[in-house]
Nanobody
Framework: QVLLVESGGGLVQAGGSLSLSCAAS????????MAWFRQAPGKEREFVAA????????YIADSVKARFTISRDNAKNTVNLQMNSLKPEDTAVYYC??????????????????WGQGTQVTVSS
């Protein structure tokens, strides 16, 4: 079992940047494929980005492509989400998730076995 804790959220003006971090404990993050999801008030949780165990494969949602980057540092047991050019519609609680499997369902929340508590990101206009 792995425990995930997100950090780095906050309030930022539109056009600004934030860097989210997900720290793992219990088991090493290299054992898992990792992802970020987000959920805005009144909306369903949506996929943001995913990265394979080795970091060789990444997927980014079309809505954030060219603005967000996912990366991992297996030595530090962390996964990061760099968010640039933020927009008010990026406002949401961002969740880190871990999965023992990957493949074509990488954007499905049901694939992921473990979740963090989330970190709030608020983008003001």
């Amino acid at each position: 079992q792995v425990l995930l804790v997100e950090s780095g959220g906050g309030l930022v003006q539109a056009g600004g940047s934030l860097s989210l971090s997900c720290a793992a404990s219990g088991r090493t993050v290299r054992d898992y494929h990792m992802a970020w999801f987000r959920q805005a008030p009144g909306k369903e949780r949506e996929f943001v980005a995913a990265i394979s165990r080795s970091g060789a494969i990444t997927y980014i949602a079309d809505s954030v492509k060219a603005r967000f980057t996912i990366s991992r540092d297996n030595a530090k047991n962390t996964v990061n989400l760099q968010m640039n050019s933020l927009k008010p519609e990026d406002t949401a609680v961002y969740y880190c998730a871990a999965s023992t499997s990957f493949g074509s369902r990488y954007d499905r929340s049901s694939l992921y076995n473990y979740w963090g508590q989330g970190t709030q990101v608020t983008v003001s206009s």
